[in-house]
Every structure is written in C-alpha cells, then in structure tokens.
C-alpha cells in the first residue's frame, strides 16, 4: 500500500511512517517544517518528506492519507484529497486498525514524564525478551529509533490527550484501548484546545473506560486530579505507585529501597537523575510487572537504560561550559528539570527558555513561569514575536537573574557572555529553537 502521512514531521507521526515502513508500506509525505530527531530519523529510514503541502504531493493518488493533527481545514493539501475524494484516516485511527488492534497494549498517559516512562517501559520488556512494539514521542537512545513493530504481541505506546485530527477532536489515547495503563500525573494543559481542568479530565476518564476489567491501571497515588478521574468509574484492577499502599521508594532519586506496600523488593541504583524520574520508574515498573517481568529483572534492566533524546541531554561542552537539551515546555516540567540538573552535581544553571508550545504562546502558564525558574542562577528568556504576553513583566518575580531577548542572536550573544568555565546551560523548548544549543556552542568555542 502507499501510504502518505500529512505532518510526517511531528513525533507521533514520524513514528507512524517508521511502523508502517517496517510492515512493508511504501511511505512519503508532507510537512512544513523538519528538524532532529524526527527529521534525520526520516532520512535514515529513506522515507521521502516533501517540503509544504503541494497538491502535487498527493499525485499519483495514495491508497491512503493517513492526516496529523497539525493539519486544518485550508491546507492545500487536504482540501485537494477531499475535493478529489482521496481515502483519508488519523493517524491514532491508522495505528488502532492496522497495528494494536489484538494485541497486548501498555499505554502511558499523563501531562509530565509519558516520553521517558514509554521508553523506560519499553527497554524493560525488551530487556526480559518480549521483544514489544513501540511508539515513543522522542527517540529512546537504547534503540535509536522512535517506533517500531515488534515481534510479540506486546506494544507499548506514549498516550497523548491532544485532539486526534480536525474532523476528530477526541483525544488521541481514546484510540489505543490499552490493557495495561499508567497515569502518571494530570494538570492544565493544553489550552488552545481545552478549556479548563475538568474537561482534561472528562477525556482522561474516556481512556479509563476503554480499559478491560482484567486489565490494569497503574496511577499516581499522589495526585488528586486523577483521583477525581478515577472517582467517576474504575472498572479495572487499580495498581498505585508513589503510594504507600503500593509501588514506592525510600531513599534518594538514584539510590533508593523499593517497595510495594510493606515488602521491600531490593536496592534500586537508577541512572535517571530527579525525583520525577523516580515516580517514571515506579510506574513502568508497576506496568511491566502485569506483563509477567519479575521485580530483580526488573531492576537489572534500569541499569542500562540511557534514556531519551532531548531529555537532559547533553549536546556538548565548549570553555568549560557544558550544554543540555531538555523538552521541558511546562512550569513544572521546567521546575522538575532544573531541580533535577541541580541534584546531578555542582554548577551555576543558566535556564535558557523558548515559550513555543501553543500553551505558552497564549500564556496561560505566564503567571507561574517565575516560580517554575526559582532555582536557575540565570534566566534566559526568548520573547518570540507571537508571545501574547510581556514576557519581561509576567516574569519581573525572577528579579536580577532575568534576561530577556525578543532578537535570537542578541539573546545568544547575552548567554556566551555571562557564561563561565563550571557552568551549565540548560535549554528548554519543545521545538528546535533555532538550533541555539550548537549556535551556543560554537560562540563559545570562538
């Protein structure tokens, strides 16, 4: 089948073109913009990615046009396949009918950590020999790709609450009918779609009730929004972890004693730094469990996991001054990652900050943006002409450790300079930014 995926570039959808390239599709398709991982692990897999959405692109007419949701009405591409009556799908819609449907799914939704628990959660059955099938919205640096088929009956996926398409405004996760799921956490998100909390929470309980009575949800015992979702109906074996009635840990963020509920399981020595990543742990622990993976193995395969791109990722160092990438986009994402470069060693922080996501662009999060960079030395802060907000005055509460630029090369030039030898520059955006962190590093270097 040829098969032409509209917004190739986003992570969902790339690893949408990787799974169907791997059962023998013949992929191509659209997008307006490209950039790492996603872009290079298209090239890597020959998959052609045209630039913009040409109706020349649709021509010869694909057996399928398989739509991301960053696709409208108006795009000149999708208004060709509907005049022309091309057959069309979602992508979340293509990937239930053609890929999960029969088999064992393990979702992992929630508003933080779902990128690092679906890869974590993967390399543990991986690591036990069920050898699953993946989709990860990032690339899992154990396997260098961000999706993959699989050989058993096992598939684990990221789970996302953004709308599925625009003739679809479900969630995406309301697809995947998982029989293992974990919810790790729920906050506001996504404002540009939703219009408050409770109605995140609404599509959070339609993902609950796909769940089988004999299957299992793994959730945050910690969290009261997901108490809220889970009050609305369970009908499901209910597993909690940073709980003391289930899967917890005592002890450090990379040296901790796990426990479920009374019984302690061993000494687990993590290479994931931060308290978040330990509640990521519990979690993919807890879901592997179902699976048959028994607690020692377990804890063995967490000590090879390395983790994802783009997650406190180190991109290089110049001067003595070392760089890192982070996908952070949320306060307490941006909380919870400069906490936990804090704890991974010695060192001034220079939190470098791109308000990118739609969210932030309408700044819904502007009034706790100061509060989330309260541990940085320094605070960077690129105020894109499409902010809807006064970046300088909504985060006049970070103080004297505020800089902000609405000129990309000026807030470069302002970061090289206050630099020093010890220091760490942590950026943070869920886009490319520019590609700043080598830009940053080769002024450095010079």
Aim: hydrophobic share 45%; glycine share 10%; aromatic share 8%.
């Amino acid at each position: 089948m040829r098969i032409h995926i509209l917004g190739i570039c986003g992570t969902f959808m790339a690893g949408i073109a990787a799974i169907a390239r791997e059962a023998g599709h013949t992929v191509t398709g659209s997008d307006a913009n490209a950039w790492p991982p996603m872009s290079t692990q298209l090239e890597a897999l020959g998959i052609t990615v045209m630039q913009g959405y040409e109706p020349a692109h649709l021509s010869p007419a694909p057996d399928m046009v398989v739509v991301g949701n960053v696709v409208t009405r108006g795009n000149p591409a999708m208004e060709y396949a509907l005049n022309e009556g091309l057959p069309y799908t979602s992508g979340p819609q293509w990937l239930a009918e053609n890929v999960l449907h029969g088999r064992h799914v393990l979702a992992v939704a929630g508003t933080h950590g779902k990128t690092t628990t679906s890869a974590l959660l993967a390399w543990l059955l991986e690591q036990a020999g069920l050898e699953p099938g993946f989709l990860v919205g990032g690339v899992p640096q154990n396997f260098g790709i961000s999706a993959r088929l699989g050989k058993s009956k096992y598939f684990v996926i990221e789970a996302d609450e953004y709308d599925t398409a625009f003739f679809d405004k479900r969630s995406k996760f309301v697809h995947y009918r998982p029989r293992t799921l974990i919810l790790n956490n729920l906050e506001y998100d996504h404002a540009d779609i939703f219009p408050d909390l409770a109605a995140i929470e609404r599509q959070f309980h339609h993902l609950v009730r796909t769940v089988p009575g004999r299957g299992r949800i793994v959730v945050n015992g910690g969290d009261a929004n997901l108490a809220r979702v889970i009050e609305q109906g369970c009908w499901s074996e209910r597993v909690p972890f940073d709980d003391a009635a289930g899967w917890h840990a005592r002890g450090e963020p990379q040296d901790f004693e796990l426990l479920i509920g009374e019984a302690s399981q061993g000494r687990v020595r993590s290479p994931l730094a931060g308290r978040h990543n330990v509640s990521n742990t519990l979690a993919a622990f807890a879901a592997a469990h179902h699976v048959g993976v028994s607690v020692p193995k377990l804890i063995d395969a967490l000590a090879g996991f390395r983790s994802v791109k783009r997650r406190l990722e180190k991109v290089g160092e110049a001067r003595g001054v070392t760089v890192y990438d982070d996908f952070a986009h949320h306060p307490t994402a941006i909380a919870t990652t400069i906490d936990a470069l804090r704890r991974a060693g010695p060192g001034r922080i220079l939190a470098v900050l791109e308000p990118r996501s739609n969210t932030m662009r309408l700044g819904t999060h502007a009034d706790e943006l100061a509060a989330s960079l309260r541990d940085a030395d320094l605070c960077f802060v690129y105020a894109r002409p499409d902010l809807k907000w006064d970046a300088q005055a909504a985060l006049a509460g970070v103080g004297a450790r505020l800089r902000t630029h609405a000129d990309f090369d000026a807030l470069q030039a302002t970061i090289v300079d206050e630099a020093q030898a010890g220091d760490r520059v942590l950026v943070m955006s869920n886009g490319d930014f520019g590609g700043i962190h080598g830009k940053l590093l080769k002024r450095l270097q010079a």
